[in-house]
């Protein structure tokens, strides 16, 4: 198995653009996801009774193979853009539910007891000191959110999406490896380089971990 | 809409769907017998590679490591890398299907491994055990829920990779999905989608409720495992 450079080299513009909108899907996932999740690990993390069921159903959510929820998205947002983002969100979601809940269970209750003794009310206690001591795991969770939406974006290549997954269909139709194995070099480096700077990030919004270390 | 789902039912039902070659309980063995199969490899291999680095400590690098790995890799970019490398057989897909599945069983291996208490460990060696004894008889058996966890995580993921795998020509239920898209008819494809997260879905609540009830006193316990992903 060879790699015809030249064919890269012919490429590199739609390479970018297929890059760039296989970024797009993915960081559009992640953030839906995000924003979705938080309030529900606040009402799973609180609310006793419904933690069980947040956390089972999006655990069946996450077992349906994403083939099968692109695909049966199909019948409400067609072969859209669309369609790629509900279910990579669906997904992103499940991770970010999970350890945003296990990174509220781990601040010590005698941190928000102090916190409630000194008069902060319970929004102010969970913005200014639980978000901030659960940070790390949630980090884990957006870390791993990102990494798993990138690999995933390329299964909407067979609802005609999927950014550098049409590098896999194009490959696998005309009998030929260099685009697979580009698109496979080129995603694992956007995980990469994404879960760097997701690590960076982490290392500027907790300074406190800094100073200890 | 309504017509839609109608026919998506009878598609579902119907007797002749549902024998021959190409019928549904044809394609549910397939693709049942890929997954178990492809699993048990994994199994063989990411087994004793999860407990040697859990036992001896070394190599945890590898294991954490071999985990972001796994989870970066596309798994449409690999099966087809594979085929075209390895030609229309199905060596090349199963080869796939094991290298997406091992790093769950590895990691997760590892991770029950290293939340055994060390205070355990070191009464079983005060008590004279060998560290083979120590392995098998002390941490295996404490480790074995993550394990079990591992292994269930990593069965999940090969039936949905196991389904994109009908891509390069491979059996199981993916075909419906495939040969769904290409023919352009929405009730096959969407059939084909039901029945393979059926089976994830199916697979999954079952093997949770074995694991559940194989470890009732030990149910609620501390450690977790990695936080599963997905590739496919």
């Known amino acids: 198995m060879t790699i015809d450079w030249s064919w890269i080299a012919d490429h590199t513009d739609d390479l970018t653009s297929l890059t760039l909108s296989h970024l797009q899907a993915a960081l559009t996932a992640v953030f839906l996801g995000l924003l979705i999740s938080l309030p529900l690990a606040v009402i799973a993390h609180r609310v006793r009774p419904l933690r069980g069921f947040l956390l089972g159903a999006s655990n069946v959510l996450f077992t349906i193979p994403s083939i099968a929820i692109f695909v049966l998205l199909l019948p409400v947002s067609g072969l859209t853009r669309t369609t790629t983002v509900i ?17 509220l269970d781990s601040v010590p209750v005698r941190v928000k007891e102090a916190a409630k003794a000194m ?38 290549t067979y609802i005609g999406d999927g950014g550098l997954g049409q590098l896999f269909t194009d490959g696998f139709q005309r009998n030929f490896p260099t685009p697979v194995i580009v698109g496979v070099v080129l995603t694992l480096l956007l995980a990469v380089v994404a879960d760097a700077l997701l690590v960076a990030l982490q290392y500027v919004l907790t300074p406190w971990k800094r100073r200890r270390a | ?76 970019g690999l099966v087809v890398l594979v085929f075209l490398a390895g030609g229309l057989s199905m060596l090349p897909v199963y080869v796939a299907l094991v290298a997406l599945a091992v790093p769950a069983i590895v990691t997760n291996t590892y991770a029950g491994m290293t939340a055994v208490d060390p205070d355990v460990k070191d009464a079983a060696r005060g008590q004279g055990m060998r560290g083979h004894q120590v392995l098998f008889q002390v941490e295996l058996p404490l480790a074995l829920p993550l394990i079990l966890t591992g292994l269930r995580l990593a069965l ?48 999954d609540v079952a093997l949770s409720c074995l694991q559940r009830f194989l470890f009732l006193p030990h149910a609620r316990t501390n450690s977790h495992g990695d936080t599963p992903t997905r590739t496919a």
């Open chain 1, 87 to 103: 279910g990579l969100t669906v997904y992103s979601l499940v991770v970010l539910l999970r350890n945003t809940v296990e990174g």
């Open chain 1, 119 to 156: 008069g902060a009310r319970p929004l102010r206690t969970l913005l200014t000191v639980e978000f901030p001591l659960a940070l790390p795991v949630i980090m884990a969770g957006v870390r791993i959110a990102t990494v798993m939406s990138i690999s995933l974006v390329s299964v909407a």
């Open chain 2, 1 to 76: 809409m309504y017509e839609l789902f109608k026919n998506l039912g009878a598609w579902l039902v119907s007797g002749s769907q549902w024998s021959g070659p190409d019928g549904i309980a044809h394609r549910l063995a397939e693709h049942l017998q890929y997954s178990l199969l492809a699993t048990l490899i994994a199994a063989a291999i990411g087994l004793p590679l999860g407990l040697l680095i859990g036992h001896t400590g070394k190599g945890a690098f590898l294991a954490i490591n071999l985990a972001s790995f796994g989870r970066a890799l596309p798994t449409v």
């Open chain 2, 156 to 203: 999940i993921q090969v039936v949905a990779t196991a389904t994109i795998a009908a891509y390069v020509s491979f059996g199981g239920l993916g075909r419906y999905v495939f040969d769904g898209l290409a023919q352009r008819d929405l009730v096959q494809v969407l059939g084909g989608a039901v029945l393979v997260a059926v089976v994830a879905v199916v697979l």
